[in-house]
């Protein structure tokens, strides 16, 4: 079955303390991407991968590092995360052309 | 980066009713997709509308684009309570890169039982 996994799912963490969201998709899609949602604000891609070991910046990447050793993967870092990071996070995979998106159950993170 | 913008930004009807939703561009495109969230989830594909293609369907959705109004609308005929959810456009222009698959606020759909 086609999906996209995020873990975790619920994270509660405390300001400056690292944290890394995985994100696993298994469609050999090229394209990946992260973004969080907030209440009146919509959806906001924070990084995009065009592929492995290529990636750029979304709308909102301040305080989030992306890496992309492999196709499959595409964990969110938040090296020092702060409680303005406190959001619902989607990982999405990509078919091109298209495009269209697939995207992860979502984590929720709250930062105290 | 190019994104669409819904309205309105919420709509309540009641069930059985047919729902409208709109989208608005604001440069070219090659396709309009649509998409739907339920509450806390991630979003779900719903259709997708090709720049030369003024009307599609698929089942109780219908969907139209105007190209020269950069405009798009949501139709759900005969809603039901399992349509609540929040309904989101991504127009796509393929020389744009990542442009195109950012999104905007929504429209929220409240189906009234």
């Known amino acids: 079955e086609a999906q996209v996994t995020q873990n975790p799912r619920y994270l509660i963490t405390v300001t400056g303390k690292k944290l890394t969201v995985t994100c696993s998709q298994n469609?050999?899609?090229?394209?990946m991407s992260w973004y969080r949602q907030d209440p009146g604000l919509g959806l906001r891609q924070i990084y995009y991968?065009?592929?492995?070991?290529?990636?750029d910046k979304g709308d909102v990447p301040e305080g989030y590092k992306v890496s992309r050793k492999e196709k499959r993967n595409f964990p969110l870092i938040l090296e020092s995360p702060s409680p303005n990071q406190t959001s619902l996070y989607f990982c999405a995979s990509v078919s091109l052309p298209g495009p269209t998106q697939y995207f992860g159950p979502g984590t929720r993170l709250t930062v105290l | 980066s190019q994104q669409g913008e819904e309205d309105p930004q919420a709509l309540s009807i009641q069930e059985g009713e047919n729902a409208t939703m709109n989208c608005s561009y604001k440069t070219s495109i090659n396709n309009l997709q649509w998409y739907r969230q339920n509450s806390g989830r991630g979003l779900v594909h719903l259709i997708l509308i090709r720049s030369n293609e003024r009307e599609k369907h698929s089942g109780r959705l219908r969907v139209t684009l105007d190209t020269s109004k950069k405009s798009s609308s949501l139709l759900i005929t005969a809603s039901r309570a399992a349509d609540t959810a929040s309904y989101f456009c991504?127009?796509?222009?393929?020389?744009?890169?990542?442009?195109?698959?950012?999104f905007g606020k929504g429209t929220h759909l409240i189906i009234q039982p």
């Open positions: 469609m050999n899609h090229e394209y």
């Open positions: 991504a127009p796509y222009n393929s020389g744009g890169g990542a442009d195109g698959l950012t």
């Open positions: 991968s065009m592929n492995v070991e290529v990636t």
